[in-house]
């Protein structure tokens, strides 16, 4: 089992700080005294941001200059909006050219970061059913994995260079505010909440402070890199999610909603509502990461408190 290094303190570019899990790494960083600059799409304000623009493969690099480690986070969310043929395309682009620009601009600085962490996640595997996957597993069918095969060779100028890149395949984070987590929790404290379709899919989930740990360990272990699964252990159906939510929040369960239904409302977003995808954090584990809350009921809990 190989450790992390300790290192005593790093100065890090950070694209996508204002989102849920970006803000919580920043804040993170930042009370161990670690220094973040945040990429910004304006000009900078103060000594801590950098301008970018992903759109234009813009990114002023004397920003980067100096820093130990690239992390980005930056992409439009998933379930934000209907997937309309204009909405598919901003969420490929915000992935594929953000990873393009900071990769191609990481390879041209004279003293490299020493690790590029760069967002993806488990949509990469697509439809798994019952069958657990790992690292290793080939990608799905379908717009999300094709997605994210592009988004993770995007990377390419910064593995080209030497430096050492980790992709980061993220599952569900479970939050209070923010995120799926975040739309679920207001319907199942009101008692409108149940299961999705038959409810038999698996749902890879992580705690919040667990995606921000994970990340942080990404990091700082030295060797770590291509892709890693940040998912809790024990994935959970969404039977058992919509179980432990109606515990947590002591509330009844009852109301389903049927796969049609939400084909209906959704479009082809339902896709992923429906989709099981039991993804597995074998490199993750493997490397001495310990979960804080690798159950869904702890993951539940913890974004309550």
């Known amino acids: 089992m190989t450790q992390p290094t300790q290192p005593t303190h790093l100065r890090i570019a950070l694209a996508g700080a204002s989102g849920l899990i970006g803000s919580g790494l920043a804040r993170s960083l930042k009370a161990d005294g670690h220094d973040v600059v945040r990429l910004v799409r304006r000009p900078a304000r103060s000594a801590d941001e950098a301008e970018w623009d992903p759109k234009r493969q813009y990114v002023h690099t004397a920003g980067l200059a100096g820093c130990d480690a ?15 043929a204009a909405y598919k395309k901003e969420l490929r682009d915000s992935r594929v050219l953000g990873t393009a620009t900071l990769a191609e601009a990481i390879a041209a600085l004279d003293v ?10 488990i949509g990469y595997y697509g439809d798994t ?12 069918e379908g717009f999300l994995p094709s997605m994210c095969v592009e988004w993770e060779e995007a990377a390419g100028a910064a593995v080209e260079a030497g430096v050492r890149t980790v992709f980061a395949r993220s599952g569900l984070v479970v939050a ?5 987590w975040g739309r679920m929790f207001p319907l199942f404290k009101a008692g ?27 990091i700082d272990t030295e060797s770590l890199s291509g892709p890693v699964n940040l998912t809790a252990p024990h994935p959970a159906t969404n039977r058992e999610v919509t179980a432990a939510m109606g515990r947590a929040l002591h509330r009844p369960t009852l109301f389903t909603a049927p796969a049609p239904a939400l084909r209906v409302v959704l479009g082809e ?3 992923d509502v429906l989709c099981s995808t039991r993804a597995l954090p074998e490199r993750l584990v493997d490397s001495g990461f310990k979960f804080a809350f690798p159950t869904i009921g702890e993951a539940v809990g913890a974004a309550l408190r």
Not at 176 to 180: H, I, L, P, S
Request: charged share 20%.
């Open 129 to 140: 059913g019952d069958r657990a996957v790992d690292e290793n597993a080939p990608a799905g």
């Open 269 to 271: 977003m339902a896709s």
């Open 192 to 218: 409108l909440g149940g299961r999705l379709g038959n409810g038999r899919q698996y749902w890879s989930f992580i705690a919040l402070h667990d995606e921000v740990a994970a990340l942080r360990h990404l």
């Open 112 to 121: 490299p970061p020493r690790v590029f962490v760069n967002g993806s996640a």
């Open 176 to 180: 209070r505010k923010g995120g799926a």
């Open 70 to 84: 690239v992390v980005n986070l930056a992409a439009a969310g998933v379930g934000d909006r209907r997937w309309s």
